[in-house]
């Protein structure tokens, strides 16, 4: 069975500061892997999502992460945060076979202070 | 497209209690997920539906918990009798396909429900 784990619960960094969100993940098999964020009061909205190819995928808001097999990890980043990417962050994993059954993580709350 | 709507946004019961969240999918969704998000945790999926059918419900606590998917469209999710621990935030979800990888899942803003 797959599962992820969220390395960092809350992170707190300035305004306009880089950011890298950390995620690994444990399966037996191949997977698909996801970030999706959390706004206060609203759904999940998926940011970016890796499924072949380039290990290096880019997402809306000008996230973007890298898939690492070896290390198997798929950490989220971002050269500039605002204010307004404050939210929590959620990875994802799906074992291909597994149909669309999705693994979250314990999530990440990023704070972005002025 | 309108998005995945669920009602209702807050409800309050007393333990023991029976509860029921609704949830319409996007037009055209075959796919529809019922999640369980308690407070810290990650969402934890309790049932997949592909059209009218059960696709995994085997993380369902099914002695209390139950949902119907009935014409393939809207869903519900019943609760009865209710316990403190079922406290959380109730998401719904859907997608285009049955794999819901190259159609993202959509979620819906969610119910959340205190036992008290």
């Known amino acids: 069975a797959q599962s992820v784990t969220q390395l960092d619960s809350q992170v707190p960094v300035f305004e306009e500061a880089p950011v890298e969100l950390r995620c690994n993940y444990s399966s037996s098999v191949s997977v698909y892997l996801f970030w999706y964020v959390q706004y206060p009061n609203q759904g999940l909205q998926l940011l970016l999502k890796?499924?072949?190819?380039?290990?290096l995928v880019k997402g809306i808001n000008g996230f973007e992460a890298e898939f690492n097999k070896s290390q198997t990890s798929f950490h989220l980043r971002k050269p500039s945060v605002h204010i307004s990417d404050t939210a929590e962050y959620f990875c994802a994993v799906s074992e291909i076979d597994s149909g669309s059954r999705l693994t979250f993580g314990e999530g990440t709350q990023l704070t972005v202070n002025p | 497209e309108a998005g995945v709507a669920q009602s209702p946004r807050y409800k309050i019961i007393e333990k023991r209690q029976s509860v029921a969240f609704w949830c319409n999918p996007i037009s055209g969704h075959a796919t529809l997920y019922w999640y369980q998000q308690i407070l810290g945790q990650g969402p934890k999926l309790l049932i997949q539906?592909?059209?009218?059918?059960?696709?995994?419900d085997s993380q369902l606590p099914k002695d209390r918990f139950s949902a119907e998917r009935l014409k393939g469209v809207d869903s519900t999710l019943k609760i009865q009798p209710a316990k403190l621990e079922d406290s959380a935030v109730y998401l719904c979800a859907s997608s285009l396909d049955g794999t819901g990888f190259f159609s993202p899942l959509h979620f819906g803003n969610g119910t959340r429900l205190t036992v008290t």
């Open positions: 539906f592909q059209n009218n059918g059960v696709v995994d």
């Open positions: 890796y499924l072949s190819g380039s290990t």
